[in-house]
């Protein structure tokens, strides 16, 4: 009738209480010399005095520590819903249970415990790439600066080599405090997206115009693919798809190559989605660091190299962006062939589907 393993105080209490007077009664009735009347009475009265005793007992040594248990576990003063909960549902509770529930709640404290744990890796991680990222164009200044006080102030040329040295640095620091800016405000929550209707080649080509003095010295050819120029509607922030492709192109053009050519190909992909790639034909991303380039922070060796001014969170600021839209970015790449770098949208058909 009942699973022995899962008996409520009251069910052990009459069980126990029923162990004991059965045999007792019998003993009376057989070898006590006791009619059969006087066997179930006493039986009855045994099994009602050992049920109250038991179920006292359980109560006040067992279920009242339980009790406390409960209150420690959920560490608040007992609402009137838990004070309910202790008078009316806990004594209903078996032991099996109420160990799956501390189980539960080990296992909750656990997790707890492993998120912060990484928070704090991940805050030492970020301390220690800010600190990084902030000495060396720091430390550069530094040096140029004693240089010329030292005498090659003197020296017009030297002078002006110098200053324009420590002015790039001043705007790497620069570039730098406003990408943290971003991402820091991007990571506490604060991004609103305000979307709105609009031609995605359209937005691409205004960014081409922005950066054509960036691809001007390298005699870069800024694109959209043949065949992709028809009109795509896209559903997003136009602001902040501005923000990914500028950080796109960006990068296509200071990975790329002399007289190379950045890309834009534009596709609907089944009605709903809108793909946008950029690709480059520059110096392209090595395999094993094809996994971290939208970590904060993460440059590889030879982009580095190329540009001092990069801080290496223009990628994960697009991850942001593009995840809030609830899309998702990617990249395929090969060294010295190229990179594209690509994202979905939701078209303005899906807009209008989504809507009842
Ligand atoms: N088009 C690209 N071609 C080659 N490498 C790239 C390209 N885009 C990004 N990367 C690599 O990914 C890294 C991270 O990019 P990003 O977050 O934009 O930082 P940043 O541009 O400041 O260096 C770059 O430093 C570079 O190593
Ligand atoms: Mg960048």
């Not at 105080?9 to 059965?22: D, G, I, K, M, W």
């Not at 600190?131 to 550069?140: D, G, I, L, N, Y």
Request: hydrophobic share 40%.
């Amino acid at each position: 009738m009942f699973k022995e393993k899962n008996l409520s105080p009251r069910q052990l209490a009459l069980f126990t209480a029923l162990v004991l007077s059965v045999p007792i009664g019998i003993g009376f009735f057989a070898f006590g010399g006791h009619s059969w009347r006087e066997a179930i009475v006493s039986c009855v009265v045994i099994c009602a005095g050992s049920y109250a005793l038991i179920l006292y007992i359980i109560q006040r040594f067992i279920y009242r520590k339980l009790k406390l248990i409960y209150k420690f576990i959920y560490q608040t003063k007992a609402s009137k819903k838990q004070e309910t909960y202790y008078k009316y549902i806990l004594p209903q509770k078996s032991i099996d249970e109420v160990r799956e529930d501390v189980e539960a709640w080990g296992k909750q404290k656990r997790r707890e415990i492993e998120l912060l744990k990484r928070n704090e890796t991940f805050r030492k991680e970020f301390l220690q790439n800010l600190s990084h990222e902030f000495k060396t164009p720091v430390f550069a200044i530094q040096g140029y600066i004693e240089t010329l006080l030292q005498g090659a102030m003197d020296e017009h040329e030297m002078a002006e080599r110098f200053l324009k040295k420590a002015q790039r640095n001043v705007e790497r620091l620069s570039h730098l405090i406003q990408d943290l800016d971003e991402i820091s405000r991007l990571e506490r929550g604060e991004l609103k997206l305000h979307r709105s209707n609009f031609v995605i080649q359209d937005l691409v080509r205004e960014v081409y115009e922005s950066l054509s003095l960036l691809a001007e010295p390298m005699r870069i050819t800024l694109q959209i693919k043949k065949g992709c120029e028809a009109p795509l509607n896209v559903w997003a922030d136009q602001e902040k798809i501005r923000q990914v492709l500028i950080n796109l192109v960006d990068n296509a053009v200071k990975y790329g190559r002399q007289n190379g050519n950045v890309t834009a190909s534009l596709y609907n992909t089944d009605g709903q989605n809108i793909l946008v790639e950029i690709s480059d034909d520059g110096m392209g991303i090595p395999e094993s660091a094809l996994g971290r380039i939208f970590e904060r922070f993460y440059r590889t060796p030879a982009g580095r190299g190329r540009d001092i001014t990069g801080s290496g969170l223009g990628l994960a600021i697009c991850k942001h962006i593009i995840e809030a839209h609830g899309h998702n970015i990617h990249v395929r790449s090969t060294e010295d062939v190229g990179t594209t770098i690509g994202f979905t949208l939701a078209s303005r058909e899906a807009e209008r589907t989504r809507k009842p």
